[in-house]
């Protein structure tokens, strides 16, 4: 994870809240706020949510998520998104009752890096290649 947040923490774009009670951490949040091809203005997007065990159903989700969506908020987020597995029922009953709708499916596959020149940005590909 430390390695992870050293890219992170320097990025405008992300956020991460944490939750302690006392000195202890017992939740984090993580937020990425970006443009999209889908719409014209900024939208936000929890990348990660995690309550301890022993905080779980303490209101320290709602919380994280409530300082999330008030960081949105000042940012002019104008939607948020998330995704979370099919098999998180419980998540998905939060989610919900946070106001949250499910809007589709998420795809997702693994690709090997290629270790060769990166391409550009932005390219066009043809679709008569196979």
């Given at each position: 994870?430390?390695?992870?947040?050293?890219?992170?923490?320097?990025?405008?774009?992300?956020?991460?809240?944490?939750?302690?009670?006392?000195?202890?951490?017992?939740?984090?949040?993580?937020?990425?706020?970006?443009?999209?091809?889908?719409?014209?203005?900024?939208?936000?997007?929890?990348?990660?949510?995690?309550?301890?065990?022993?905080?779980?159903?303490?209101?320290?989700?709602?919380?994280?998520?409530?300082?999330?969506?008030?960081?949105?908020?000042?940012?002019?987020?104008?939607?948020?998104?998330?995704?979370?597995?099919?098999?998180?029922?419980?998540?998905?009953?939060?989610?919900?009752?946070?106001?949250?709708?499910?809007?589709?499916?998420?795809?997702?596959?693994?690709?090997?890096?290629?270790?060769?020149?990166?391409?550009a940005k932005s390219s066009v590909a043809d679709a008569d290649e196979e």
């Amino acid at each position: 994870m430390s390695a992870r947040l050293k890219s992170i923490l320097p990025d405008a774009r992300y956020n991460t809240f944490v939750a302690r009670i006392g000195k202890e951490l017992c939740g984090m949040i993580g937020t990425l706020t970006h443009m999209s091809h889908e719409h014209n203005d900024l939208s936000g997007k929890i990348v990660a949510l995690v309550v301890s065990k022993k905080q779980r159903r303490s209101g320290v989700g709602r919380t994280l998520v409530a300082a999330a969506e008030k960081d949105f908020a000042t940012r002019n987020v104008t939607r948020v998104t998330l995704t979370t597995r099919f098999e998180r029922d419980e998540a998905h009953q939060f989610y919900g009752a946070l106001g949250y709708s499910r809007t589709g499916f998420r795809f997702a596959k693994n690709l090997a890096p290629v270790l060769e020149e990166r391409p550009a940005k932005s390219s066009v590909a043809d679709a008569d290649e196979e």
